[in-house]
């Protein structure tokens, strides 16, 4: 997996929190801001599919930490596909081309 999402291990670690009431309880001393519990109980015991950055900042701003502390980005490693060309007109074969020639135009005055 590409995406290492420690905010769990981080606040366990660095914050000796356990429980995401205490965790609230911080972000709102920390930034004034109130977020609801079910989000942040989402974001800590599973990886989002997707945050916003102000979140990202509010968390951030109330641990005092930097995003690489809480998320990790890796290269993902793709599978290497068979480089077969795309057939267009120029390198597909001519028993596989239409017989069929586009009607002149002038046929149909």
Not at 46 to 52: E, L, S, V, W, Y
Not at 75 to 100: A, E, G, Y
């Amino acid at each position: 997996m590409a995406i290492n999402w420690r905010l769990k291990t981080h606040l366990s670690i660095k914050h000796a929190i356990y429980t995401v009431a205490d965790f609230r309880k911080l972000i709102c001393k920390k930034t004034g801001v109130i977020i609801s519990l079910q989000n942040l109980t989402n974001m800590v015991n599973k990886r989002p599919k997707q945050i916003r950055l102000e979140t990202m900042e509010l968390i951030c701003s109330a641990l005092n930490c930097s995003l690489h502390d809480i998320l990790e980005i890796r290269p993902k490693q793709f599978k290497k596909i068979n480089d077969k060309k795309k057939l267009s007109f120029k390198n597909t074969p001519h028993s596989k081309r239409s017989l069929n020639v586009f009607p002149d135009p002038k046929d149909y005055l």
